[in-house]
């Protein structure tokens, strides 16, 4: 077996592919060695996060790299035979990783700090990395040739991880969000028991024609909507002047109440600023409603659906929802 060490460079020099001898502190040994350094850092990255996509895509982007290193390391002679290049399609790769990392964060809207774990960390420092060997690429091309997809491809890839770096945040701050949820859907069920009957297609009507009750007698007219505990619409009634826009809301404010397992006005106070659930409006924009008139439909200590209101004021919203499930409970006995 061949040793490891060969001695060859004892004296500050070493071969490119093709034989041709040079400095180690040569531009083009300082340009392959910081892709084998980004590289290096990616594997990191890889083996510290849970996400399969980031896995899956970092472990491509890692074999694309050997082959661009193997370029940066050839000579002229030896670059000009190799096969497997950098290739217009390993660009349109990273854009495309770039675009499916985007519609889960969003667009970029402020400065990220890097720390969130040690996977998004690693990769905000492959990143770094990835652009300080864009960097010598530039100074390598004043003298000497290198190829437009290589500097397009490097280019693109420090862009593809900072994207993958924010998508992992992203997943960190959901789950950690998702076990905050958790813990207070867990206090406020504690106890509640058989709060209401079994959740059924006659008293979800029973619940509209008693909200409809009250709306009338305040002087409101409502959407009433009922989902199951997957989220899926199940009753939804509009009350004659009714505006359009209570339809959506009313039905956002079933599906945030059984989604997060607990009242939206709950929710959106835990939402704030300075609250434990501060950002959670985000885990499904345009679908999670922050203020009042959604609760969950609780029956043998479950949440097992969600019921919303919409047309009235946000108190309305929440007294006619009130008064629908305490007029159920008072006469649970039928259902």
Known sequence: MANLYTKTGDK????????????????????????DEANSMLG???????????????????????????????????ASKMKDLISAEDVAFLERVVDTCTETTGKMTHFVIP?????????????????????????????RPVRE????????????????????????A????????TDMVKDALAGQGNVLPPLSMRVLRYMADRAGEKARQIGAAIVFSAVD?????LLLERMEGALPGSVEVSTGKAYTANAFHMPTHELG??????????????????????????FPYICDGRVVGGIGVSGGTVEQDMEIARYAMSVLRRESDEY
């Open 174 to 181: 959901w789950t950690q969000m998702k076990e905050k949820v």
């Open 115 to 143: 720390g969130v774990d040690q996977a998004s960390s690693a990769l905000h420092v492959a990143r770094t990395i990835v652009r300080r060997a864009e960097r010598r690429l530039v100074e390598l091309s004043a003298g």
């Open 269 to 294: 106070a835990a939402a704030r600023p300075d609250g434990p659930l501060y950002g959670i409006g985000n885990a499904a924009p345009g679908k999670v409603i922050l203020f009042g008139g959604g």
């Open 229 to 233: 505990s997957g989220g899926n619409l």
């Open 12 to 35: 500050g020099q070493t071969s490119l592919a093709g034989g041709t001898r040079i400095s180690k502190s040569d531009l083009q040994v300082e340009c392959y060695g910081t892709i």
């Open 44 to 78: 990191l990255a890889r083996c510290g996060t849970c996400q399969e996509y980031i896995r899956s895509t970092v472990y491509q982007i890692q074999g694309r790299l050997f082959s661009l290193g193997a370029e940066l390391a050839s000579d002229s002679g030896s």
């Open 149 to 172: 997809e290589l500097m397009r491809y490097v280019n693109r890839l420090s862009d593809a991880i900072y994207a993958m770096a924010r998508l992992q945040e992203e997943t960190v």
